[in-house]
């Protein structure tokens, strides 16, 4: 069975703080979505990581697929309060992309002015 | 250009009742993925739709069923609802094998 376990569940730091978040799994993924969710909305797709060990930055944001492609993180540099929310991994179901996606439980984040 | 779009917003229903929630995708996009989200919990995959068929399913019994219309919106019915089933539905939308774009998802409260 294929499985996301994301940790840790919850981060509440304050802003200016680094931090990571991880997505873990016993099973290879052909690739790894990240997405953000904000309260009364659906997940907004930040980035998709598809080749082992290969890293995407998107502004303050790093994203990282282990050389296994296994494993993924999120690192994030100076958080801003304008970066709370619900952090979720995903991958596609199957040794190929059939469209059905794994998620993670997820990872809430509240960054404090 | 419009995103995914879901209706309704919000929902009430009583156990056992029966309840219809309405996607229309992206335009372009021609795949429309169900998910359930319960509370502090990522989504789960309950089934997709292209080419007006089932292409796939999630570990969901039977009292959850679709339909996709030629204009590639579709819907997701729930019968003989539970308690359980309170939760927000979400509708993911695509082309087939690519990135799939959510919509803000409709939540349901069974009492």
């Known amino acids: 069975t294929q499985l996301l376990e994301q940790s840790p569940q919850f981060l509440s730091i304050q802003e200016g703080e680094n931090l990571t978040v991880y997505c873990n799994s016993s099973s290879v993924f052909s690739s790894l979505q990240w997405y953000r969710q904000e309260p009364g909305e659906g997940p907004v797709l930040l980035v998709t990581?598809?080749?082992?060990?290969e890293v995407k930055k998107l502004k303050r944001l790093t994203f990282q697929f282990g050389d296994a492609r296994k494993d993924s993180s999120l690192h994030i540099t100076a958080a801003q309060p304008g970066d709370t929310g619900l952090y979720l991994c995903a991958g596609p179901y199957g040794s190929s992309n059939t469209g059905k996606l794994i998620f993670g439980q997820g990872t809430t984040l509240q960054v404090k002015p | 250009d419009a995103g995914v779009t879901q209706s309704p917003t919000h929902l009430i229903k009583t156990r056992g009742q029966q309840v219809t929630l309405r996607c229309s995708p992206k335009s372009g996009h021609d795949t429309v993925s169900w998910y359930q989200q319960a509370l502090g919990q990522g989504p789960q995959f309950i089934f997709q739709?292209?080419?007006?068929?089932?292409?796939q399913r999630g570990n969901f019994p039977d009292r959850f069923s679709g339909h996709q219309f030629p204009n590639y919106s579709s819907e997701l019915n729930v019968n003989a609802l539970l308690l359980g089933d309170s939760a927000l539905y979400l509708c993911?939308?695509?082309?087939?094998?690519?990135?799939?774009?959510f919509g803000p998802g409709t939540r349901l409260t069974v009492t």
């Open positions: 739709y292209y080419e007006e068929e089932e292409r």
């Open positions: 993911a939308s695509s082309l087939v094998r690519h990135e799939q774009y």
């Open positions: 990581v598809v080749t082992g060990g």
